[in-house]
Structures are given as C-alpha cells and as structure tokens.
C-alpha cells in the first residue's frame, strides 16, 4: 500500500512571495491533514478535511493561508504571501475515517522563507 | 484544550541501554498514539494505544487512561532508534484536533 506523499519536498522563496504544497492521502482515506511544524516543536495542526470538506480550520491563518481538497482526492495547501515564521515543515497526514484510527503522516515539505 | 506535557525532553543512553519515556495529558481522550520522528523529518507511527499496553519487539508502550498517562520502553535501544519521539492525544471533547506534546529527543550512542 502505498504512504501518504507529498510534493515538493523543499522549497525556499523570499518573504512577501507564495508557494503550495501537494499532498495525496493514501487511497481510500476520507479525512486529510495539514500540520505545521516548527523547528524543534511538536506538529501543529492547520487544517482538517472530510471528503471534500472543512472539519476544521481554527487554527489556519486565513489571511495568508488558503487549502482545497477539490474531489476529496489530494489536496494543496498555499500561502500567500509568505512571512519569515512560515518557515517551517509543513506535514500532510491521512486517515480511514473520523475514528479512533491511526493517522498516517507524508514525509513533509520543508519551508524556508529568506 | 488539552494540554500534552512530555519527558524527559532529552535523553542520552548508550547503545544496549533501556528507557521510558512519559507522556502526561491533562483531559480524557479517544486516540493517543506514539511516533518517532527520523533524523530526515518522517513521523513513523508505533503505537495506536488509548488504553491499555502493547508490544512490537524492542518497544511496548502503555496508557492508564484513568490516570491520564501513557509511557513507551524502549529496550535494548540501537544507534537507529535515535530521533525525536512524540506522544499526540485527542481529548473527547475535541476529537477533530490531535494535539502534539514538545517531545522526547532520543540519542544512542555506539
């Protein structure tokens, strides 16, 4: 079976410009993840996605940060326009359902914002 | 929310040696799992463990749910369970949101 992948895998840009991440959940999975991971911290989480929609997104900074899971397949994740502090790894991460399930991280894309 | 507090936040054990890591959480919760992070960034999942104990060869881990603890041993550690462990919990009343303790940064040394 194959993992959770994600894409890039590094990007660097200069602050005030956008990038997205990819990431394509394991097939069959309906609940989809974005967390953000700063150096030397625990994941935290940005976005959840059912099937195609918003479970939550208390803690997304709307007004730079965008996502979509437009067919409840694979999603992306966009900043615009990017500060310093996002440099980060950003992590996507899958599930079967909602339950009580094992959740299955990507390897990341790592962030450097000059 | 629910508050995941873990230690010690460094450990250095020498090759062969044991030890346990703690993961302390401060509401009841539906899902805690443990991971280690590999010195290339990938969160490998060990235990899906919200109760109860389970094994998978050098590792184990229990969680007293009652008491809002879980703990994982490693025995026999090798050079290659070197990385950062962390422990992530979703509380009952908040199971949208796995919340990430800082923690445990694991060396073993040959």
């Known amino acids: 079976e194959a993992g959770v992948a994600q894409s890039p895998r590094y990007k660097i840009i200069e602050k005030r410009q956008s990038v997205a991440f990819w990431c394509n959940p394991i097939s069959g999975h309906a609940t989809l993840y974005w967390y953000q991971q700063i150096l030397g911290q625990g994941p935290k989480l940005l976005i959840q996605f059912q099937n195609n929609g918003v479970v939550d997104d208390s803690q997304l900074p709307k007004d730079r940060f965008s996502a979509e899971r437009l067919k409840g397949v694979d999603s992306t994740l966009k900043i615009q326009p990017a500060k310093l502090e996002d440099s980060a790894v950003y992590l996507c991460?899958?599930?079967?359902?909602?339950?009580?399930?094992?959740?299955?991280f990507g390897p990341g894309t790592r962030l450097l914002v000059l | 929310g629910i508050q995941v507090e873990q230690s010690p936040p460094d450990l250095i054990l020498q090759e062969g040696a044991n030890s346990t890591l703690r993961c302390n959480f401060s509401d009841s919760v539906n899902n805690l799992q443990w991971f280690h992070q590999n010195p290339w960034g990938q969160l490998i999942n060990l235990f899906y463990i919200p109760s109860g104990t389970k094994q998978n060869g050098r590792l184990s881990a229990t969680t007293v749910a009652t008491e809002r603890y879980s703990l994982l041993y490693i025995s026999s550690s090798q050079t290659t369970d070197s990385g950062v462990y962390f422990c992530a919990v979703e509380g009952i009343y908040n199971n949208n949101d796995m919340r990430f303790g800082a923690g445990t940064r694991l060396t073993v040394k040959p």
């Open positions: 991460a899958s599930r079967p359902g909602q339950g009580k399930e094992t959740q299955y």
